[in-house]
């Protein structure tokens, strides 16, 4: 009876430690300038803070779990084993309070930063909808679109696959460009590419960029130019850009052409980028090449990308339906991110943000 006591008196404490260690809030987020298309500089020492926070409380969830499992009533814990699943725990408190301590330590380091601003403290996000994603007629996952009270920007985290569409090199008919020929579509459905009003797809000749190559298309384009010219579409391989599904991306109000910050909370990168194009009805978390780079993720159209920890934030209705240049993607997403709160903000909202997947996959 006294282990049974000591074992279950034990849980009660721990708990209660516990659920104040999981209420505490994290204020930062640093990123890494790649190049002239990531974001401004950010604290480098506190690149993966953010994301250590999030392992941390998850292995005490975890540890949390085994240590309050219910004992066999048939059968006596060893004391033993009940003295280590505690020091376990005691651990996983130990390692979780010193992340959160230097994830608050680097937020006076961190550019943009107000320490007088209430939203670095927590994230009060509102649900606007869950995403479900499919994979061979397969709900594979469940993404939460979320966004603070009064703003219609929304933030979602999911993986990354890689665009190549709209780069004048993306497809060749004998499938030797930046992407495999099967991600443009097949004949008569063709998806990515240009086509006449007959459904054939443009090739480009001798005085365009890649001659022989099809003719990439985006959703984002200069209408200015003719439909065969490859230089209409946003380049994949130039401008940091994000794809969202068509009927999602019309439900929240974005367009082609706003504005949206990601993170890769692997590695503490960031970068400004563009809403460029439109992807698949049941997928969701796509980018350009560029924006791969930015974010330190392998950036092959055939065989790049990332499986999951890629935070999105996008801006609808802050652009102008027109493709816009680097630079200036720079300028106008930076603004956009201090007014919605900065990177503190942003970082409080991902440390909160997760997306598992669906039972039994």
Avoid at 113 to 123: F, G, H, M, Q
Avoid at 179 to 189: F, H, Q, Y
Wanted: with cysteine.
């Amino acid at each position: 009876m006294y282990r049974f006591a000591v074992f279950f008196v034990a849980v009660i404490v721990l708990g209660s430690a516990i659920d104040v260690w999981s209420r505490q809030g994290s204020s930062v987020l640093a990123g890494d300038q790649t190049d002239g298309r990531s974001t401004a500089d950010h604290a480098p020492d506190c690149s993966n803070l953010s994301y250590a926070v999030r392992e941390a409380q998850r292995t005490l969830e975890h540890d949390k779990g085994v240590f309050a499992m219910p004992p066999n009533p048939s059968v006596a814990p060893e004391f033993d084993a009940v003295n280590s699943e505690y020091a376990a725990v005691q651990q996983d408190l130990k390692t979780l309070e010193q992340a959160q301590i230097q994830l608050t330590q680097c937020a006076p380091a961190a550019p943009g930063s107000d320490p007088n601003r209430d939203a670095v403290n927590n994230c009060s996000s509102e649900q606007l909808l869950n995403f479900q994603m499919n994979h061979v007629g397969e709900q594979e996952r469940e993404v939460l679109i979320r966004h603070l009270p009064g703003s219609t920007a929304f933030f979602y985290e999911a993986g990354m696959t890689i665009d190549a569409d709209g780069a004048p090199n993306a497809y060749h008919p004998e499938n030797t460009g930046l992407d495999d020929l099967a991600n443009a579509g097949a004949p008569g459905s063709w998806q990515g590419l240009a086509k006449d009003t007959g459904g054939e797809p443009f090739i480009q000749g001798p005085n365009d960029p890649f001659p022989g190559y099809y003719v990439s298309a985006t959703a984002l384009a200069d209408r200015s130019k003719p439909v065969n010219d490859p230089t209409r579409y946003v380049d994949a391989s130039k401008i940091p850009f994000i794809v969202l599904p068509g009927g999602m991306a019309r439900q929240i109000g974005a367009r082609p052409g706003d504005f949206a910050i990601v993170f890769n909370q692997q590695n503490g990168k960031s970068s400004y980028a563009i809403f460029g194009d439109i992807g698949p009805a049941d997928r969701i978390g796509e980018g350009s090449v560029p924006l791969a780079e930015n974010l330190g993720i392998r950036s092959n159209a055939r065989n790049g990308g990332a499986r999951g920890g890629i935070l999105y934030l996008v801006f609808p209705g802050s652009g102008n339906g027109q493709p816009r240049a680097a630079d200036e993607i720079n300028v106008e997403s930076e603004k956009l991110l201090e007014t919605w709160g900065g990177i503190p903000q942003l970082t409080a909202c991902m440390v909160q943000q997760s997306s598992p997947p669906l039972a039994g996959n």
